[in-house]
């Protein structure tokens, strides 16, 4: 009777997990994936995570801002974004961030999302704003990737940062003439 149990038991569970992708929805690979979704208006500059007048230090950040267009014919749902930033000639990831979007409202076939940003977790330092102007190996590539469904991560694309700082320092107090 034993046997006869263990070997209804293990049908059923090879039949479930045959049947269980089918339940879930169809999990796209990576190549199916890449062609779900257009990258469009993006944006990257350098933003300031920290700064202190004195001792002097600056740390900025690379940050990416984006929309993406659904090119599937159903309505998209729950995406994982994921950004990885490194620096030009450093095998290391600089940083990244990780962004789930799309969790309250369907992106529906044919339609924009509204803009979605990333900032690296990591960064340069320096101590003013002139040091990293002035730097000319200061440079960052940043690596987009996407998940849905279950999905492996697929690349969407790769993009060189931008050198635009979005910082401006405090500008000292001066006491009022009389």
Known sequence: MTKISSAIVLILAVMALTFFPTACGDIPNTEELKNYFEVLDFNSKWVKKYYSPWPEKLTLVPQISFRIKNLTEKAIKHVY???????????EVQGDDLY???S????????VSDIITMTSNYGAEGKRLNDFK??????ATVKLFVKY??????????????RDIDFKPDEPLTPEKK
Not at 82 to 90: E, H, L, S, T, Y
Not at 104 to 111: A, D, N
């Open 81 to 91: 974004f994921n950004a990885i930033f490194k620096v030009r000639g450093i095998q």
């Open 100 to 102: 789930s979007a799309l």
């Open 104 to 111: 309250k409202e369907p992106l529906m076939p044919g339609k």
């Open 134 to 139: 002035s730097n000319p190996v200061w440079k």
């Open 149 to 162: 469904k279950g999905s492996r991560y697929a690349l969407l694309g790769e993009w060189e940062v931008s």
